[in-house]
């Protein structure tokens, strides 16, 4: 499974970011997907993750209520709604997929994107 995060980029305080995941392999649909972030000098931490079919998602407790995460199993591609974006969210993103989670720990996914840059100024 390859991905490919994108859709980070430079916003105020308050504003709205969607990042997007896009993915290889017609086993897309097998696997849980989750986001991660990774701030300067900080260590990576889970976002939110989302089941199989969709129908069951898991929050960090710091972006429940502002962040959402989807997917569309049809077009390979899982999404992260950010609103009401605050300095602190400013980090890498990276999506991960996940065979049998979704879980909450990095450890617990196979694979990897490289990463999108989310910078909220204050």
């Known amino acids: 499974v390859q991905l490919q995060a994108s859709g980070g980029g430079l916003v105020q305080a308050g504003g709205s970011l969607r990042l997007s995941c896009a993915t290889s392999?017609?086993?897309?649909?097998?696997?849980?997907m989750g986001w991660f972030r990774q701030a300067l000098g900080k260590e990576r931490e889970f976002v939110a993750a989302?089941?199989?079919?969709?129908?069951?998602?898991d929050y960090a407790d710091s972006v429940k209520g502002r962040f959402t995460i989807s997917r569309d199993n049809a077009k390979n591609m899982v999404y992260l709604q950010m609103n009401s974006l605050k300095p602190e969210d400013t980090a890498v993103y990276y999506c991960?997929?996940?065979?049998w989670g979704p879980g909450t720990a990095g450890s617990e996914y196979e694979y990897w994107g490289q990463g999108t840059q989310v910078t909220v100024s204050s």
């Open positions: 991960a997929a996940d065979r």
């Open positions: 989302i089941s199989q079919s969709g129908t069951s998602a």
């Open positions: 392999g017609r086993t897309f649909r097998s696997y849980a």
